[in-house]
């Protein structure tokens, strides 16, 4: 059982040049190009909102931020600009071939 949920997942890092890392680990199925874009904007966000001499010396920072981006990235098209224009492109032209 536990191979079989270690092929479905993938793990999403990225370490950016200002010594922090990030990982996402979703199904196989999420969207990569999303996984990073919530990575980046998480990353940006945090460095902008603790300083670098914050971040190195905590052992913990209060950050509940974080909760509300795992609730909106949940659908990966409604958090993705450019998924959801192609959903709703892809939406048009069913129903301009079924006319």
Same mark, same amino acid.
């Given at each position: 059982?536990? &191979?079989?949920? @270690?092929? +479905? +997942?993938? /793990?999403? $890092?990225? @370490?950016?040049?200002?010594?922090?890392?990030?990982?996402?680990? @979703? #199904?196989? &199925?999420?969207?990569?190009?999303?996984?990073? @874009?919530? =990575? +980046?904007?998480?990353? #940006?966000?945090?460095?902008?909102?603790?300083?670098? &001499? $914050?971040?190195?010396? /905590? !052992?913990?920072? #209060?950050?509940?931020?974080? /909760?509300?981006?795992? $609730?909106?990235?949940? !659908?990966?098209?409604?958090?993705?600009? =450019?998924?959801?224009?192609?959903?709703?492109?892809?939406?048009?032209? /069913?129903?301009?071939?079924? $006319?």
């Amino acid at each position: 059982m536990k &191979d079989e949920m @270690s092929k +479905n +997942n993938v /793990a999403h $890092v990225y @370490s950016h040049p200002q010594g922090i890392s990030g990982m996402i680990i @979703s #199904d196989k &199925d999420y969207p990569s190009r999303v996984a990073f @874009s919530l =990575i +980046n904007k998480i990353m #940006d966000e945090f460095l902008v909102k603790f300083s670098t &001499d $914050v971040w190195k010396k /905590a !052992d913990t920072l #209060d950050y509940p931020e974080i /909760a509300d981006y795992l $609730v909106k990235y949940q !659908d990966p098209q409604q958090a993705d600009t =450019i998924m959801k224009v192609q959903k709703e492109l892809d939406e048009t032209t /069913a129903i301009l071939v079924s $006319v």
